[in-house]
């Protein structure tokens, strides 16, 4: 778990060393703690004090936030499709599967199944095109529209999703049911 011991110290021009007396707290107890040791009871109170801080301040991110951050990864992953056909897939599926905490992994899955669906009816559309150009007698070659249209609506759907997940930590772009 993160803390804010380390830069609430650094604010206030103290070394490892003078936090320890300050705090009455040993050297190598200040420097676990600022490796990521959890912080409770007297120690808490202590370096609290001697920050001259609230000990709730001392707590930093959750691991609910780093979760959020994952989930972000795994959208921008989707990126990824525009330089490698099914790359939209296949990157965020592999992110998602090798995430552990249930809400990232559950964000990623919704990730994933706009991605697998946006995909398919890419699919279905190069292989409808060429016949819809015959038949309508067409000169432009009408793939390079729906490749176009579906590249745009794939970045809408990243970049919608990846605001959403800064402001709301919730996707903006979601199929009501998930298929994986």
Not at 51 to 75: F, S, V, Y
Not at 115 to 131: E, G, K, W
């Amino acid at each position: 778990m993160m803390n804010n011991v380390k830069t609430l110290r650094e604010a206030k021009n103290l070394t490892q060393t003078e936090l320890a007396e300050k705090s009455g707290l040993s050297l190598r107890t200040i420097q676990r703690i600022e490796a990521g040791s959890i912080l409770k009871g007297f120690t808490l109170k202590a370096i609290a004090q001697s920050l001259e801080t609230q000990p709730e301040n001392l707590m930093g991110e959750t691991e609910e936030n780093t979760g959020i951050d994952r989930a972000k990864l795994i959208n921008l992953s989707a990126l990824f499709g525009l330089i490698f056909p099914y790359g939209n897939v296949i990157l965020p599926l592999i992110l998602t599967y090798k995430t552990k905490d249930a809400k990232n992994k559950e964000l990623g899955k919704n990730i994933v199944s706009i991605q697998i669906v946006l995909s398919v009816i890419a699919s279905l559309l190069m292989i409808v095109s060429p016949f819809l150009q015959k038949a309508f007698s067409l000169r432009f070659p009408l793939f390079l529209i729906f490749l176009i249209a579906i590249i745009g609506i794939k970045l809408i759907v990243i970049i919608q999703n990846g605001i959403n997940l800064n402001r709301k930590s919730e996707l903006y772009f979601k199929l009501k049911t998930s298929f994986l």
